[in-house]
């Protein structure tokens, strides 16, 4: 059953907004889980997550950051009222729902995205939560419903400097992470540290909180294929033993993760991803001429 | 009827080249015309079919004389003896385009086989494809279907959980017997190890297409992308249904418990053969998922999923070779594979044990550190030689290694349902394949662990009766 758009937006520089009729998934979604989504018939099954939802009118909201092919493809041959193939959800577990206390809930890029509903859950059961959302400037997404989600939304932002290029742009990011979340846990007392992000600043941010010796779950973003446990793509070691991402998590205890291996893992296909956005970019010229 | 004269030998099947097949996922034996076919039905000296020893190495129990003699009964008139072979296949069987090509038929229905005192066995499963592809190929299916569309009113619903060899054949029966039928499937394709992990060059995806086009003809609804204990629960389902039907396999792969078990490049034959049969990676960048496989590919393991996971590599340009830590006569893998990836130049190595996955300086793997093994002349519980290892090691390179070491049930749905169940994650079922849950059914890897489509099959089919007694039953009783 292919699922319909209901609407679709640019809501940031590479970062579209799809509102999408999925009611089996609409109806059981809680936040921290997500679904598969699988665009065209050609096309690869990717992870992504359901932002926001309503249970009646059968949708959910998916934004994406344009990274690679799929993404890429989706935003530029996508139009409101076309068809999804497959949206399979909801998968993994649900973020635990406690009074934590207060919590400092940390997006870098659009990972802030899967924040957002976590953090207003969090919010909505009595925690006092921090949200802290660090980008590039044209990058910003969600910050209205943030502020209006959570007790206080802090965005720092850095500039794209069109002379570097986009690796050392992300340092800066890193730095800036690091930065802020060392001035916030030295400033006030914070129970638990959650972020999403990619795995190097997952790390990065992790280092710093470890020195304050708080609590730290992270959302891990591993290579998955089906998302129901049946292949072990997204394995991770946690704890020292062999994890699957999609069933056991996506959360985990940033104190049992093993980075190295993550960060390592989420690179295999570099290569691969590359040449597909070539030949599509390759595909999208001929296509113009 | 005149005394039968025995023809000993067979009559083969030709074959693609070597040479040619190894570069392409196209089918490996290209099956019977016609005349060969029932010159090789001719060949079965028809026992009677309640002693036929075929039909009870069946686990289905198809009719195996009835659909040879119904072949060779019309030797002028093919379409016509098709249609009656494919009637009295389908009463029992409801894709023999699968069964005939992926069975292992040498230890079922070709085993017993009287013929196989004297000389070959009759070539049943060549025989019984055979009836499938050319009934597909006139169309001759699609006008046989109409005879086992049944009224469906007021019968009863039923939901199947899981598209997979178990799960079709019970919702298939249903429907035969004129049960509402709904499967669901948690993938974005039906057919289950049938999609995901069968080759194409052993089973055609567009054949298993064509085989799965009778669901929707037999009114049969497939809802994909629906992961039940997620989705929607068993106890959701039986709300809605009159009995609920678990044939969710066993799709989670055992990984070894070794160092450098996440290293780039070393893949689950689960995870390498989704990629390249359902999302279709080897045609990248036609197809958008990408596989990165090296030169020198190690599969670890010799099931049949090492020989679909070796020979596919080995078509995506790589040299491989099958490390396995027991003996050549020890291997599970059909016999007709072993032989296909030995002639396409799969190479073995046996009584070998991994022990550590060796990693470059870029965390991608380089070689694989084996124990070697001595076998005992003592036996294990299902009489394969005990193995000891010898502290004698051997190191292999590797650029990429796939672990086919065998599979077990997924646990979503035992989280999520409170059904009993063995420790090794399989349902417990009573004698009518009853899980400990009224009214919820299972059949096939959920309750064997990982075994063959044909068994997986069978317990569809029994499911499928004992859930029509049930159903009758608790009709009779409201």
């Known amino acids: ?289 | 009827m005149a005394k039968p004269k025995l023809i000993k030998e067979r009559v083969p099947t030709p074959e693609r080249p070597v040479e040619e097949r190894v570069k392409s996922f196209v089918e490996v034996n290209l099956g019977y015309d016609f005349a060969s076919a029932v010159k090789e039905a001719e060949r079965c000296i028809q026992c009677p079919p309640e002693y036929a020893p075929c039909i009870k190495g069946c686990p289905v129990h198809i009719n195996i004389p009835g659909f040879l003699k119904a072949l060779r009964e019309n030797a002028d008139k093919p379409d016509e003896a098709v249609k009656n072979a494919l009637r009295v296949i389908w009463n029992d069987n409801t894709l023999p385009a699968v069964t005939g090509r992926v069975c292992p038929q040498e230890e079922q229905c070709e085993a017993p086989c009287v013929m196989g005192k004297v000389g070959d066995p009759i070539n049943i499963g060549k025989l019984e494809r055979f009836v499938a592809d050319y009934a597909r190929e006139k169309g001759i299916d699609r006008e046989l279907l109409t005879e086992f569309m049944a009224e469906t009113d007021g019968k009863g619903r039923v939901a199947v959980v899981g598209a997979g060899p178990a799960g079709l054949t019970c919702a298939l029966e249903l429907a035969k017997m004129g049960y509402k039928v709904t499967i669901f499937e948690a993938l974005h394709e039906a057919g289950g190890v049938l999609m995901y992990g069968i080759p194409e060059f052993r089973l055609p995806k567009d054949i298993l297409k064509t085989e799965l086009d009778k669901l929707e003809k037999l009114g049969v609804e497939v809802k994909t992308n629906y992961i039940v204990g997620k989705t929607v629960t068993i106890e959701e389902l039986l709300g809605e249904y009159d009995a609920v039907f678990i044939g969710t396999g066993a799709g989670t792969p055992k990984l070894l418990n070794i160092p450098g078990i996440l290293l780039d490049r070393i893949y689950s034959a689960n995870e390498f053969l989704t990629r390249v049969n359902l999302m279709k990676a080897y045609k990248f960048p036609e197809y958008d998922t990408p596989i990165a496989v090296g030169k020198k590919v190690i599969v670890i393991g010799a099931g049949n999923t090492a020989m679909d996971a070796a020979r596919s590599a080995l078509r995506l340009g790589a040299e491989v070779t099958i490390a396995y830590r027991r003996g050549r006569e020890d291997m599970t893998a059909r016999v007709e594979e072993i032989g296909h990836a030995e002639e396409e130049g799969v190479k073995f190595e046996f009584f070998l044990t991994p022990v550590e996955f060796i990693g470059d300086e870029n965390g991608k793997v380089k070689a694989v550190k084996f124990e070697k093994i001595r076998p005992l002349e003592e036996r294990d519980k299902r009489g394969k030689r005990k193995i000891v290892g010898t502290g004698e090691y051997v190191t292999l390179e590797a650029d990429t290694v796939i672990i086919a070491i065998g599979l077990e049930p997924n646990r979503i749905l035992l989280e999520e349902s409170g059904f009993k169940a063995n420790p090794d994650g399989t349902l417990i079922v009573d004698e009518n394949l009853m899980t400990s849950i009224p009214g919820v059914f299972a059949g096939g890897d959920a309750i064997r662990g990982e075994a063959t489509v044909i068994l997986a099959m069978g317990d569809g089919k029994k499911a499928a009766k004992a859930i029509d007694e049930y159903i009758k039953g608790k009709k009779a009783n409201a």
Request: overall charge negative; glycine content about 8%.
């Open chain 1, 1 to 289: 059953m292919p699922y319909k758009i209901l609407e679709k937006k640019e809501i940031a520089m590479r970062n579209i907004w799809y509102r999408i009729h999925a009611p089996h998934v609409a109806k059981k979604v809680q936040p921290g889980q997500f679904v598969i989504v699988r665009a065209f018939k050609n096309g690869e099954r990717i992870p992504l997550t359901p932002v926001m939802w309503d249970r009646d009118e059968g949708w959910i909201v998916l934004i994406t950051f344009i990274r690679g092919r799929t993404t890429m493809r989706m935003a530029n041959e996508l139009k409101p009222g076309d068809e999804i193939l497959n949206i399979a959800g909801p998968l993994g577990n649900p973020a635990e729902m406690e009074k934590f206390g207060k919590i400092l809930a940390i997006g870098a890029y659009t990972g802030i995205v899967e924040v957002y509903p976590i953090a207003k859950a969090w919010q909505e059961l009595g925690n006092d939560v921090t949200t802290l959302h660090v980008t590039f400037e044209p990058m910003v997404v969600l910050k209205d419903e943030l502020e209006e989600a959570v007790g206080r939304h802090i965005l720092e932002t850095v500039p794209i400097d069109p002379n570097l290029d986009f690796p050392t742009n992300m340092k800066n990011v890193t730095k800036r992470l690091t930065e802020k979340v060392r001035e916030l846990l030295e400033k006030e007392e914070y129970d638990m540290v959650f972020m999403v992000g990619p795995a190097g600043d997952q790390r990065a941010v992790f280092n710093v909180v470890k020195e304050f010796g708080i609590p730290m779950k992270s959302d891990l973003h591993p290579i998955m294929v089906d998302g129901t446990g049946m292949c072990g793509a997204c394995r991770v070691t946690v704890g020292g033993e062999v994890k699957f991402a999609c069933i056991d998590g996506p959360e985990f205890d940033a104190y049992q993760v093993n980075w190295d291996e993550l960060i390592a893992r989420s690179g295999y296909y570099t290569d691969m991803e590359q040449r597909a956005m070539q030949e599509y970019m390759k595909a999208l010229q001929g296509g113009e001429q």
